[in-house]
């Protein structure tokens, strides 16, 4: 399996956001996982609650998308990319 990084953009509530984001691929196929829904309604979740960077950054994700902002403090350096030292 490769791992192959795909840059990303888009509008939430107003704002704009991009960075980039690994994701598995195998061959000429690209492997979407459904994202893991993660609760957005306070500070709930850690590094050490996700296995994978790709799991976190789903998360990280799908709450910019909720409630306009990194709810989980997943993205130390705000570059977009959340728990970059998991694999």
């Given at each position: 399996?490769?791992v ?7 509008w939430?509530n ?11 691929n ?6 979407l996982?459904?994202?893991r ?6 500070n ?7 296995k994978t960077?790709?799991?976190a950054q ?24 959340a728990?970059?030292a998991?694999?």
């Amino acid at each position: 399996m490769r791992v192959v990084n795909y840059e990303y953009e888009f509008w939430a509530n107003g704002k704009h956001y991009e960075g980039n984001i690994s994701l598995p691929n195998k061959g000429n196929s690209l492997i979407l996982e459904p994202p893991r829904v993660c609760a957005c309604n306070k500070n709930l979740y850690n590094y050490s609650d996700f296995k994978t960077q790709y799991e976190a950054q789903q998360c990280y994700l799908y709450c910019l998308g909720q409630v306009n902002k990194d709810i989980h403090r997943l993205d130390g350096d705000h570059d977009g990319r959340a728990c970059e030292a998991l694999p």
